[in-house]
């Protein structure tokens, strides 16, 4: 509810009858301040006030006539016109305010003057006097000339002056008396009234001061007043209090200021009583000292007025404050009710078995307490209520509503509970019922099956087994006396159709144990009765023998578009029996029945044409493929955050939903915004689509990440794909594939796109055009091998150091190999009879690392393979024979100066020349920075001639030889070669190790067995199995999940994980980690293989080459 509605609550009447008070006192105030101030202030004429020029000393003349004095002045008839004027103006309006249509009397005290002057004088008075002027009596001058020619003068002028205003000539003081009474004359006339310029200066300075500041106060009062009664209120509490604040504030301003004028006016009535106000001839104090009275009366006043008015005000502020955060606090009880009301209508009381009961009981205990906590703070709001209600606060109505409704909410919510309570407690106690009369029945049949034939034979047995069998009886549940129809009739509100058939088959079950104890009773009962020869009784059987479970497979993909490509990624399970090397199976789900990769029309084959509807399919499909990322991303990635799904996903699945679902936003991101964009402007120009291709080239990288993703994102998938989140989504989304088949899209994609560029380049005759798609074509395929070559390199396992600093991986690919080493030359004569090791080789930038291949995670299809660390030979020592005798897919890696000679036997001849194309362009870019640096430092070397003899064979030497086959020799033994045969063989300089020449290898065994993949390996390796063991090696701690292991540690081995690491248990240090088994091999040795003889032989895997 906003401020305007509850500020309709309060009922206003009050507080605008003060307002109007207020004003009212405030108008009356002002009145008076007209009435008893002068237009003319006393600082406007203030210095010729003080002059003396005129004054008013008090005296009256006859018929009250008011006198002012206009003494000697030297500068009169310097004084302006308008100031002269403006001082008549002030004197006369002082008693005319008090005394409208006062006469005045004007003394004019020209005894030392001349006649010029009084005649000047008298001109001016005539022309600036605005009062009602009465009498004019002049003092002339008192010497005997200038007295002589006033009075001929005066004779002369008098008929003018008299014209104007009444003018009497004085000859003496003594004849001012004839005018004016001793008493209403100043002591300077012969006069005995008491007067002080000085002072009277003073008290009219003092109380014009009074009625200003009056006014300024009731000003301030009547503008504060307005503002409070126009004051729009807000529905923020924070800002109520605020206004409170300042209108406190400002009121004890205002009031200060009040104090501090009444005391300035009670100061002034004193001054006023001082100076004679009883005294009737001071009648113009006793005006004055009236006239303070007055404005303090009415200042009083309306003072009163304002403090009713700012309580009224206040106290309506306070209480809508008061209804600001009742209204919260209304609310948020309400939304806590609310909210346990849902969490109420929620809790499902369909339950079926005793566990489900008391699970839902236990929520439901828990949803009580909270509950019983959230009323009783309810409870508090009402009672707060009840309170602001007794106060009279003016929103009473509103606030009792609002009680009711609180008390509505708490009843329904109580009411519900204790229903569902009410349920859960009789569900809980009819399945305790049926699962005690189930036990029974169990027990029953133990009991009959449990009697042992030969001791119930006799008659005492027989009896025996009698008792025994009542005595179960007399156990029966209570709930198996009544029949099913009275159980349904004491049940009827919580039975459900499935407890109904729980309960028919517990009755059944009793029905038939019955049975079996009856035909037990009666076959005893003959027994103890006759003695018959012994018959052997066969334990009941099962009624109800448990099924085993057959596994269910279900496809997930219907049938569709299918092709593969080698990527060693946990994909989709085409086939669980199949023993070969998984690959991924790429579906298209389209519903369009048509193939995307062959593309014909009916009698006509242009292949403008042609082109134009492949282009149409790659816009087309590159549009579905958006949507269905954006589908993914909206249905399952940002449902995440939907706090009504929230109950539904696990914790841990929200805090990796990046390993879920990769850098896909990153993906759809570029084709929705980037890419599409670019292929929809290629739709009339097909010829056009290879340069966008080869322009995003770069943003394609993006792809290796999620497929190196891909293995996490799979296996979190299976930990939780039966996790009813997804089948939620999946249901909203009305998708028949499940998540998993939409995260496939992106790799399916990838491989699409290099079909559909062959079919364009297939179309287009162009030579230009023709040579941008196939450098998209190669783009695409080259992405795709270092999708290929990025994934088998994550499942390299063992290795010390970090990947990434070898550069990017080249090519990668299993071989058989052969290792020679020079300090043994012996060794291969014998290693040759033997058959080879099966190698997978990884070739980076700056180094080759030789890996064993192991199928060790996972079980049927999702096995995946990793690849065991065994060799790494840095590129800058490495050298090459490209031709071996006796195989032509056979060549040669040797190392350091041919310390390690590795014969290594591609699967292809194509294979093989890949490889060494690739080595060559390695070793030739070596060379080549070698020979920069070279000449940076001013050093020519010579590393292009041709040894032509043997003496010069210890130089820089080829690290890439052609050998001939014709001469190959049977020994390995090392013999010197021709010169001739030196010249033939084609060589290159080596990188910066010193090497001998190649000399030629022996034959090696021909025929298939020679070659075929074996076991063999130059060391025993044992499969570790978890247990106790020594370690007989230090170890270093590699990575932050590791552990630091010393010669002569106890340690136990507890786990491998799918990254084919060991969790390790460091005994004698207190220390758990990862270790590698490859480092676990180095660690153990030997005690391996002694903790494995003591284990099953099974676990014992030997692999020999030869021993020396």
């Not at 004359?185 to 009219?204: A, K, M, N, P, Q």
């Not at 009040?258 to 001071?282: A, F, K, P, Y």
């Not at 670019?678 to 739709?683: F, H, V």
Request: hydrophobic share 35%; net charge negative.
């Amino acid at each position: 509810m906003g401020p305007a509605s509850l500020q309709e609550e309060r009922e206003p009447k009050e507080e605008m009858e003060s307002y109007h008070c207020l004003l009212q006192a405030g108008s009356q105030l002002e009145s008076t301040l007209q009435q008893v101030t002068v237009p003319v202030s006393l600082k406007e004429v203030g210095g010729y006030i003080e002059k003396q020029v005129a004054y008013l000393s008090g005296g009256r003349g006859e018929d009250s006539s008011v006198i002012i004095t206009l003494p000697e002045c030297s500068a009169f008839s310097d004084i302006p016109e308008e100031a002269l004027a403006k001082v008549f103006t002030y004197l006369t309006l002082i008693p005319r305010t008090r005394q409208p249509g006062v006469k005045f009397i004007i003394i004019l005290d020209r005894r030392l003057d001349t006649w010029a002057s009084i005649k000047t004088a008298l001109a001016r008075i005539a022309a600036s006097f605005p009062g009602n002027l009465h009498l004019v009596l002049v003092l002339r001058p008192t010497s005997f000339f200038h007295r002589t020619v006033t009075d001929i003068g005066f004779r002369f002028s008098q008929e003018d002056f008299m014209l104007k205003m009444p003018v009497v000539m004085l000859s003496s003081v003594t004849d001012l008396l004839h005018y004016i009474d001793e008493n209403q004359l100043t002591s300077e006339f012969g006069g005995t009234l008491d007067y002080c310029h000085s002072d009277w200066i003073v008290l009219r300075t003092a109380i014009e001061s009074f009625a200003v500041t009056v006014k300024d106060i009731a000003q301030m009062l009547q503008g504060f007043g307005t503002e409070l009664a126009e004051t729009e209120l807000s529905d923020e509490a924070k800002a109520i209090e605020c206004l409170l604040e300042s209108h406190s504030d400002k009121y004890k301003k205002l009031k200060d200021a009040i104090r501090s004028v009444s005391r300035e006016g009670r100061r002034l009535l004193s001054n006023l009583e001082t100076t004679g106000m009883e005294d009737d001839s001071q009648w113009d104090v006793k005006l004055d000292w009236e006239t303070v009275q007055r404005l303090l009366a009415q200042l009083r006043d309306m003072e009163s007025a304002f403090d009713g008015f700012f309580e009224k005000h206040h106290l309506k502020l306070h209480q809508y404050l008061q209804l600001l955060r009742y209204e919260q606090s209304f609310q948020e009880m309400e939304l806590c009710l609310e909210h346990l009301m849902t969490q109420e209508r929620e809790l499902s009381i369909s339950v079926n078995t005793l566990a489900q009961t008391e699970q839902a009981l236990k929520r439901l205990d828990s949803l009580e307490s909270n509950a019983h906590e959230v009323m009783a703070r309810a409870q508090i709001i009402i009672l707060h209520g009840h309170q602001l209600s007794a106060g009279h606060h003016y929103a009473m109505a509103l606030i009792m509503q609002r009680c009711n409704e609180l008390r509505h909410h708490c009843d329904t919510l109580a009411a519900a509970l204790k229903t569902k309570h009410s349920v859960l407690l009789q569900t809980h106690q009819l399945l305790l019922c049926l699962g005690q009369a189930q036990t029974w029945c169990d027990d029953g049949a133990y009991l009959l099956a449990n009697q042992l034939v030969d001791k119930f034979q006799s008659k005492e047995g027989a009896q025996a087994a009698l008792r025994d069998i009542e005595r179960f009886l007399e156990g029966a549940p209570s709930m198996l006396s009544s029949g099913v129809d009275i159980l349904a009739i004491e049940y009827e509100a919580v039975i459900t159709t499935q407890l109904q058939a729980q309960i028919e088959k517990t009755f059944d079950k009793h029905a038939a144990v019955q049975q079996m104890i009856q035909n037990r009773q009666a076959c005893l009962r003959k027994l103890a009765d006759k003695h018959i020869r012994p018959v052997q009784l066969v334990a009941p059987r099962n009624e109800n023998p448990p099924r085993s479970k057959s596994p269910l497979f279900s496809p997930k993909h219907g049938d569709g578009l299918k092709f593969t490509f080698d990527l060693s990624l946990p994909g989709k399970r085409a086939s669980r029996k199949s023993p070969n090397p998984r690959k991924i199976e790429v579906i298209h789900d389209y519903q369009e029945n048509r193939s995307c990769v062959s593309y014909s029309l009916d009698g006509d084959d242009n292949p403008d044409l042609l082109k134009r509807h492949v282009m149409r399919e790659l816009i087309e499909t590159e549009r579905i493929y958006v949507e269905e990322l954006l589908s993914v991303l909206l249905g399952y990635r940002a449902e995440m955050d939907n706090s009504a799904l929230s109950g539904l996903l696990p914790p841990i699945l929200r805090s990796k939903r990046d390993i879920l679902f990769g850098n896909m936003p990153e993906i759809y991101n570029f084709h929705s915004r980037v890419f599409l964009q670019d292929l929809e402007g290629c739709l009339e120009t097909p010829e056009g689509v290879g340069a966008c291709f080869l322009k995003r080239k770069e943003s394609f990288q993006m792809y290796e990440c999620y497929c190196q993703n891909k293995p996490r994102s799979e296996a979190l998938w299976r930990q939780f794909s039966d996790c009813g989140f997804f089948q939620e989504c999946q249901k909203k989304l009305e998708h028949k594939l499940g998540l998993d088949s939409y995260l496939l899209k992106p790799v399916q994609r990838l491989t699409k796109y290099q079909l559909l560029l062959k079919e364009l380049l297939k179309y287009n005759t162009d030579c230009e055009d023709a040579s941008e798609l196939q450098g998209a074509l190669t783009a695409m395929l080259d992405l795709l091998k270092s999708v290929n070559d990025s994934m088998h390199q994550i499942a390299i396992t063992g290795y010390e150091g970090d990947l990434c600093e070898l550069g990017r991986v080249l090519m990668q690919g299993s071989f058989s190999v052969w290792i020679s080493h020079k300090k043994g030359p012996t060794r291969m004569k014998e290693l040759a009879r033997f058959k080879p090791m099966q190698r997978h080789l990884f070739l980076y930038e700056r180094a080759l690392l030789l890996c064993k291949r192991r199928e060790e995670h996972g079980d049927g299809c999702d096995k995946t393979p990793s690849y065991s660390f065994k060799h790494c030979l840095k590129m800058t020592a490495v050298g090459i024979t490209e031709n071996v005798k006796g195989d032509v897919k056979k060549f040669e890696i040797w190392y350091s100066g041919r310390e390690e000679v590795y014969v290594v036997q591609a699967p292809t001849l194509e294979v093989k020349m890949a490889w060494l194309n690739e080595l060559r362009r390695i070793l030739t870019n070596q060379q080549k920075l070698l020979r920069d640096e070279a000449y940076q430092h001013g050093q020519m070397v010579e590393h292009m001639q041709p040894s032509p003899s043997l003496s010069e064979s210890k130089q820089h030497r080829a690290s890439v030889s052609s050998e001939d086959t014709e001469s190959g020799r049977s020994s390995p033994d090392h013999q010197p070669h021709s010169p001739k045969h030196q010249h033939n063989r084609r060589s290159w300089p080596g990188a910066h190790h010193s090497v001998d020449i190649c000399e030629g290898l022996e034959e090696w065994p021909g025929g298939r067995d020679a070659f075929h993949p074996s076991d063999t390996e130059e060391e025993v390796l044992v499969q570790l199995s978890p247990g106790r063991y020594r370690a007989l090696a230090d170890c270093l701690q590699n990575g932050p999940d590791s552990i630091i292991i010393k010669c002569g540690d106890v340690i136990q081995l507890q786990c491998e994980d799918n990254r084919g690491r060991w969790l390790v248990r460091n005994l004698s240090r207190r220390q758990e980690g990862f270790i590698a088994a490859a480092s676990l091999q180095l660690i153990l040795g030997d005690s391996s293989r002694e903790h494995s003889s003591r284990l099953d032989p099974g676990n014992l895997r030997v692999r020999k080459l030869s021993s020396p």
